[in-house]
């Protein structure tokens, strides 16, 4: 009457239980694979484009906030040589590129819309049709006079 029938009993389990239970483990790493390693590899990847198209008179950024132009690309040896100002040239490994924003690109100003000819010739004729603030005061006071 000591023993306890709990001893008795056989384990239950089959292979439908291990099958439950690898299954949120599976669900977990299909979930880490599409929103960590998958975008991950994505960005390596575009990176790596980015390092190979380097190329002379590019605007760069380095991984210190350092910015400049590609005066130099050594392929030999995986050095640029970068004008921080003028005169002022510095020897960076391409690997350290952070951004390449382009040729001509402006540092601290969002590039600018450019009108096209119709919105240019519309405003340079409301212009025109609008007289400047001073002759039309002028004008206003000669009437009440």
Known sequence: ML??????????????????????????????????????????????????????????????????????????DDTLTVEIADGVRVQMLRSMLAEVRGKGEPVSKPPKKKAGKAEAAANEDASEAEPAPAEVADGEKSDKT
């Open 3 to 76: 023993i306890s029938t709990a001893h008795a009993q056989s384990l239950g389990g089959g292979s439908g239980d291990f099958l439950v239970q690898l299954l949120p483990l599976v669900l977990i790493f299909v979930v880490f694979y599409f929103l960590l390693i998958r975008p991950q590899q994505k960005r390596m990847k575009q990176h790596k484009e980015m390092l190979a198209n380097v190329r002379r008179g590019d605007r760069i950024v380095g991984n210190g906030g350092l910015m400049g132009t590609v005066t130099k690309v050594s392929d030999d």
